[in-house]
Nanobody, 121 residues
Framework: VQMVESGGGLVQAGGSLRLSCVARGSILSDFSDKTMAWYRQAPGKERELVATITSDNNVNIVDFMKGRITISRNNARRAAFLEMNGLQPEDAGLYYC?????????????WGQGTQVTVSS
């Protein structure tokens, strides 16, 4: 299963973006069972987790992005979404998503290329 992310771009500070990812090749039962996670990799830094949504739609968001992002999923489309508002230059980076094995932080799908978010001040 290959992740494909999209929706990134260049926005001004305070702007919004809606990121999408699709798990290509995933069957419904496999995708539905996974916790979907979004990550950010800032330039020169390691990839870090920013939000997760479980198979029963329980959401966790890292403190530094709480109140500014919303994570959601559409199992029928094998897709996950990240709505980001009030973007700041420090939010910039390459955003990835993946499906995690139940009750772990271990990614189960092949990583995609990510989608680039750039925020101008």
């Amino acid at each position: 299963v290959q992740m494909v992310e999209s929706g990134g771009g260049l926005v001004q500070a305070g702007g919004s973006l809606r990121l999408s990812c699709v798990a290509r090749g995933s069957i419904l039962s496999d995708f539905s069972d996974k916790t979907m996670a979004w990550y950010r990799q800032a330039p020169g830094k390691e990839r870090e987790l920013v939000a997760t949504i479980t198979s029963d739609n329980n959401v966790n968001i890292v403190d530094f992005m709480k109140g500014r992002i919303t994570i959601s999923r559409n199992n029928a489309r094998r897709a996950a979404f990240l709505e980001m508002n009030g973007l700041q230059p420090e939010d910039a980076g390459l955003y990835y998503c993946n499906g995690l094995y139940r009750n772990t932080f271990n990614p189960s799908f092949s990583w995609g290329q990510g989608t680039q978010v750039t925020v101008s001040s």
